[in-house]
Nanobody, 125 residues
Framework: QVQLEESGGGLVQPGDSLRLSCATSGRTFSRNAMGWFRQAPGKEREFVATISWSGAGTDYADSVKGRFTISRDNAKNTVYLQMNSLKPEDTAVYYC??????????????????WGQGTQVTVSS
């Protein structure tokens, strides 16, 4: 059974940092691009960051550029999202996703066929 399991979410103050992890199991995604998306209350899910299979290619939403960093460790079947200088508007459920059958990055939600259950990130003073 294919599983993507996010962890690392929590309640932090503005300006703090968090690192999310996404552990995959059931099959290897070392040849697939991976992505992070988020959904805030009352809003649609949106793209956050994506990374190619090798890690050489990355892309970010404008709202997180310079603050968030996506990375991966294929030996550990894990993808990370380092989030710095967090803002209240970063509050959302964050989802990890694996792109279906492609190694290159994509910001399109429909390009991802495997999804985790999400982890809550709350930024509040």
């Amino acid at each position: 059974q294919v599983q993507l399991e996010e962890s690392g979410g929590g309640l932090v103050q503005p300006g703090d940092s968090l690192r999310l992890s996404c552990a995959t199991s059931g099959r290897t995604f070392s040849r697939n691009a991976m992505g992070w998306f988020r959904q805030a209350p009352g809003k649609e899910r949106e793209f956050v960051a994506t990374i190619s299979w090798s890690g050489a290619g990355t892309d970010y939403a404008d709202s997180v550029k310079g603050r968030f960093t996506i990375s991966r460790d294929n030996a550990k079947n894990t993808v990370y999202l380092q989030m710095n200088s967090l803002k209240p508007e970063d509050t959302a459920v964050y989802y990890c996703a694996a792109r279906t059958g492609r190694p290159d990055t994509s910001s399109r939600e429909y390009a991802y066929g495997y999804w985790g259950q999400g982890t809550q990130v709350t930024v509040s003073s």
